[in-house]
């Protein structure tokens, strides 16, 4: 899992989103960033939890928050995925794996008895001046909006 930490400095990120558009952190200066990362588009779980995000998007807004979902999906399939479930916000196509390395979620994963590498699910927090304000490893795909609004409470 991720060696980041709360306070580190988040990675910088170089990447394209889902109509090729160049994105980066920078661009979002001044604002809160929901930096999640999720194993595959159009899979119930990250389904559920890219949803969530979608139906608390005004809230997250109105709370200062851009919601940012990476994962190593193509422009192509992220672009479906937005379109099928009326997604509200960017997604990071980190096709070269570059972003989920940064952050340190790239690693051994296991299912049904079968290890593989890929994407763990993991949500960043970062602060106006681009540091890392809070890591969750455990996230609760259904309510995940709401989670990370309770941090905030």
């Not at 661009?27 to 608390?56: H, M, N, V, W």
């Not at 960017?90 to 794996?97: G, H, Q, R, V």
Request: proline residues 3%; charged residues 30%.
């Amino acid at each position: 899992m991720t060696s980041l930490q709360v306070g580190d400095k988040a990675p910088a990120i170089n990447s394209i989103d889902e109509n090729g558009n160049p994105i980066t952190l920078t661009q979002f200066k001044g604002k809160k960033i929901i930096l999640y990362f999720y194993p595959k588009d159009d899979t119930p779980g990250c389904t559920k939890e890219a949803c969530s995000f979608r139906d608390s998007y005004a809230v997250l807004q109105k709370k200062g928050f851009v919601v940012l979902g990476v994962s190593v999906d193509t422009e192509k399939k992220h672009q479906k995925f937005i379109q099928k479930y009326e997604l509200n916000f960017p997604l990071i196509a980190d096709t070269d794996k570059k972003v989920v390395n940064d952050y340190g979620v790239w690693g051994l994963k296991k299912f049904m008895g079968r290890e593989y590498m890929g994407t763990n699910r993991v949500t960043f927090i970062i602060d106006e001046k681009g540091k890392i304000e809070h890591i969750i490893t455990k996230v609760d795909t259904e309510n995940s909006a709401q989670q990370l609004l309770d941090l905030y409470k």
